[in-house]
């Protein structure tokens, strides 16, 4: 697969088939992740691949939970005002009906990418091995989506994986990986030239990407 359309069309994909994943699959997936950069090339991270049904299915619930508490807390406003103004809040809507999905078929996941670090209090060092583990999962024609949900559980998830909480390792992130039920394609994002600067903070960038460098054609 060229870079650019795994770049590219490598996004959210919450909707997936219950088909297994084959180990040779799961090898690439942790090999490529672990080739990622870290700080001082320290490699302080665990990475734990969940394909035991009971064992999803005994988070399926701390994951739902989490999401109920996320949206009646953090997102509680936004998600008011936009049942009220449905029209004018798509994007968050169609977010929101994602990971409502996500965590009412939580139990159909064939596959879970979990990611812990130690010592990496800014994520500098795990995040990139974690991409390049959903960039190898894409290639494998893997959907994914990173969410780091689970935190606010976080004592009853390690329970339920086997994880020392005594040994200072962090849980940085859950990726539910499986094969899509729809079309890969690049996800809409807001022009480069809306969010970035040159040489100084609100300075121009200079030029305008309008639309997507690549494309499937």
């Not at 795994?6 to 919450?14: F, G, K, Q």
């Not at 406003?77 to 996500?102: C, I, T, V, W």
């Not at 159909?108 to 974690?130: T, W």
């Amino acid at each position: 697969m060229d870079v650019y359309e795994a770049l590219y069309t490598t996004r959210a994909m919450r909707r997936v088939k219950p088909d297994p994943i084959p180990e040779e699959v799961q090898a690439k997936i942790l090999d490529a992740a672990i080739r990622a950069p870290s700080g001082g090339n320290s490699q302080g991270w665990r990475f734990m691949l969940v394909d035991d049904k009971k064992v999803i299915e005994d988070l399926a619930p701390l994951y739902r939970e989490c999401l109920d508490r996320l949206f009646s807390t953090v997102y509680n406003d936004q998600l008011e005002a936009a049942n009220k103004a449905p029209e004018e809040n798509g994007e968050f809507l169609k977010m929101y009906r994602s990971a409502k999905h996500m965590g009412d078929h939580f139990e159909g996941y064939p596959l879970l990418f979990l990611a812990f670090s130690r010592g990496d209090r800014s994520g500098g060092s795990i995040f990139p091995a974690v991409w390049n583990a959903m960039l190898a999962a894409r290639a494998e024609g893997v959907g994914s989506a990173i969410t780091s949900l689970l935190m606010f559980e976080i004592e009853k998830t390690y329970e339920i994986l086997g994880v020392p909480q005594d040994k200072g390792w962090t849980f940085a992130c859950l990726v539910p990986m499986g094969y899509p039920t729809g079309r890969w394609g690049v996800a809409p994002r807001r022009p480069v030239h809306e969010v970035s600067y040159k040489n100084q903070w609100g300075a121009p960038l200079g030029f305008d990407i309008p639309e997507p460098l690549w494309s499937a054609d």
